[in-house]
């Protein structure tokens, strides 16, 4: 069974820094593409992050650009989301998911293409 647990979630100031992991099992972790979303209150899921299995590549909001590092611990079964310079826009309910069918990304993915789906974590900037 595919499991994805997201944690690290919590409240934090204007301007300081978070990582939310996400730890995966069920599946073999070395072909897989890993997205980060978030929701915020009466508003859209949107892609803030994802990363490749097959090469390694990444791609970010153009809103996090800069600020946020996503990056993969294979031998931990573990995608992790570096947040940085955290701004009260930031506030949102944060998942991950993972497509198992198609590794390779071109791009940020809608929701809609990913397969499972961990729970949320809450992140919370105050401003």
């Known amino acids: 069974e595919v499991q994805l647990q997201a944690s690290g979630g919590g409240l934090v100031q204007a301007g300081g820094s978070l990582r939310l992991s996400c730890a995966a099992s069920?599946?073999?972790?070395?072909?897989?593409?890993i997205g980060w979303f978030r929701q915020a209150p009466g508003k859209e899921r949107e892609g803030v992050s994802c990363i490749s299995s097959s090469d390694g590549s990444t791609y970010y909001a153009d809103s996090v650009k800069g600020r946020f590092t996503i990056s993969s611990d294979n031998a931990k079964n573990t995608v992790y989301l570096q947040m940085n310079s955290l701004k009260a826009e930031d506030t949102a309910v944060y998942f991950c998911?993972?497509?198992?069918?198609?590794?390779?990304?071109?791009?940020?993915?809608?929701?809609?293409?990913?397969?499972?789906w961990g729970q949320g974590t809450q992140v919370t900037v105050s401003s």
């Open positions: 998911a993972v497509d198992l069918t198609r590794a390779v990304l071109t791009a940020i993915r809608r929701p809609d293409q990913y397969d499972y």
């Open positions: 069920g599946f073999t972790f070395d072909d897989y593409a």
